[in-house]
C-alpha cells in the first residue's frame, strides 16, 4: 500500500483517539482507592489536577468500627503549610470512622488528604475512599490535543504525498468508458 | 500438389465484448467490475473495491475517509490484456457460459440497470451476482455536456448495453436470458 495511503488511514484513527481523549478528558472521574495509612505519625494524600475548576466529593470509611481518620480537602498552599508546617487550615475537614464531602476548589489543583484520627496513630489503618473528581483533566486533554493535531499533519501530509506520488506515478490505464465490441467479432452460433 | 499437416494448436480465448462498469454491492463494500465477454465465459475484472460498508457505519465520516484511502483501484488495459491473464487474476471471477443458469436484466425506476446472473460452481453449488450495470462516470460528463437528459443519458445507455450483450451472448446463454423489454 502507498504511502500516502497509510498516512490518511492513520490520521483520521490517531484524530478518533484525540477526540475520545478530549471528551473523557471533560467527564468526571470516577474511582475507589484502599490503602492503609502506616502505624506513626504519617498521613496519605492524594493530588487532583484539572485546567477548568475542580469539585472533589466522595466518601470514605474506615476498616474497623471505633476505628477513626481525619480528612482534609486543602488547596495547594494549604498543604504546602500542612505538609512542610504541620498546619491544618482546609477548606473541608471531617473526622469519623465514615464521612462524606463534596467540595469546590477555586484552584485547579486539589488535595485529599487522611490522617489519624485522635490516639490511633498507634495502629496502621485501612481506609476505602470511593471519590468523584469534576473538572477538565489536563493529561487526557493534553494527550488528546496532541493526538489531534498529529492526526490532522497525518492526513494533510497524506494527502500531499499522495498528489506527489500520483504526479510522479505512471500515468494509469484509462478504462473504457463505453460498452464496446471487440472488432465486431460474433461469437460462433450467433446470428 | 500436396498438403502436409503442420500440426495441431489451440484456438485462442476471444473476446467479444465489454461492459465498462458492473458495481456489486455485497461483503466489506460494492465492487466495481469490469464485464468482459469472451467466446466462451463471462470475466469479471475487478476494478475497485472499498470496505464502506463496514468503516462507515462503525466510524461515520471518519470511516468514510478511511474507506476511500483504502479503496483498491486498478487500471485495466482490455485492448491488449488476453483474457486467460485476466482469468488468471484471482481478483476477478470467471463465469463460463455453460455454468450461467439465468441471465436478467431489469431496469428500476429511475433509470439504472440491473443485472442478475445465476450460474452453477464447478462443486455444483448454484451461486448468484447482481449488480447494476452503472454508466461510467467519464461517459456520463460526455452526454450531459453534450447537453442530453440526465433520464435519456440512462435510456441511451441501457439500450445500448442490452444491445452488446444480445449480440455477444451465445444463444445457450441468451436461451435464458430474461432482457429488459
Not at chain 2, 41 to 47: A, C, D, N, S
Not at chain 2, 53 to 74: D, M, Q, S, W, Y
Not at chain 2, 140 to 147: L, N
Not at chain 2, 163 to 177: C, S, Y
Request: with cysteine; aromatic share 8%.
Amino acid at each position: 500500500m502507498k504511502k500516502s495511503k497509510v498516512l490518511i488511514m492513520v490520521g483520521p484513527i490517531l484524530i478518533l483517539i484525540g477526540i475520545g481523549l478530549i471528551a473523557g478528558a471533560m467527564l468526571p472521574a470516577e474511582n475507589t482507592e484502599t490503602f492503609t495509612i502506616p502505624d506513626g505519625p504519617y498521613y496519605y494524600a492524594f493530588e487532583s489536577t484539572t485546567i477548568l475548576g475542580l469539585r472533589l466529593e466522595g466518601e470514605f470509611e474506615v476498616d474497623g468500627v471505633l476505628e477513626t481518620v481525619t480528612l482534609y480537602v486543602m488547596t495547594p498552599d494549604q498543604y504546602d503549610a500542612y505538609a512542610n508546617f504541620g498546619e491544618t487550615v482546609a477548606e473541608y475537614t471531617v473526622e469519623g470512622n465514615s464521612g462524606s464531602f463534596d467540595v469546590s476548589l477555586d484552584t485547579t489543583k486539589g488535595y485529599i488528604v487522611f490522617e489519624h484520627g485522635f490516639l490511633w496513630s498507634l495502629f496502621s489503618q485501612d481506609v476505602t475512599l470511593t471519590y468523584t473528581i469534576h473538572g477538565t483533566a489536563v493529561t487526557y486533554l493534553a494527550g488528546g490535543i496532541a493526538l489531534l493535531a498529529i492526526g490532522v499533519v497525518l492526513i494533510v501530509y497524506g494527502v500531499m504525498l499522495g498528489k506527489k506520488e500520483a504526479a510522479m506515478a505512471p500515468p494509469q490505464q484509462q478504462p473504457p468508458a463505453d460498452v464496446m465490441m471487440f472488432d465486431q467479432q460474433k461469437p460462433p452460433g450467433n446470428p | 500438389m500436396a498438403v502436409w499437416f503442420l500440426g495441431i494448436g489451440i484456438v485462442e480465448e476471444r473476446k467479444i465484448a465489454l461492459i465498462p462498469r458492473l458495481t456489486v454491492t455485497a461483503g466489506l463494500g460494492p465492487k466495481d467490475y469490469g464485464v468482459l465477454l469472451t467466446d466462451q465465459r463471462f470475466i469479471l475484472v475487478m476494478e475497485k473495491s472499498s470496505k464502506s460498508n463496514v468503516l462507515v457505519p462503525a466510524l461515520g465520516l471518519v470511516g468514510a475517509l478511511i474507506a476511500e484511502a483504502a479503496a483498491t483501484e486498478r487500471g485495466v488495459d482490455y485492448m491488449s490484456a488476453r483474457p486467460e491473464q485476466l482469468a488468471c487474476d484471482e481478483s476477478n471471477l470467471c463465469i463460463p457460459y455453460s455454468s450461467v443458469q439465468r441471465l436478467r436484466l431489469k431496469r428500476h425506476y429511475g433509470g439504472s440497470l440491473e443485472m442478475r446472473l445465476e450460474h452453477v460452481l464447478p462443486d455444483g453449488k448454484k451461486k448468484k451476482i447482481v449488480g447494476f450495470l452503472t454508466i461510467p462516470d467519464q461517459l456520463m460528463e460526455q452526454k450531459k455536456a453534450s447537453g442530453m437528459k440526465f433520464k435519456d443519458i440512462l435510456e441511451d445507455y441501457a439500450r445500448r448495453t442490452q444491445d452488446v450483450l444480445r449480440k455477444a451472448l451465445p444463444p445457450g446463454v441468451q436461451q435464458h436470458t430474461e432482457w429488459f423489454e
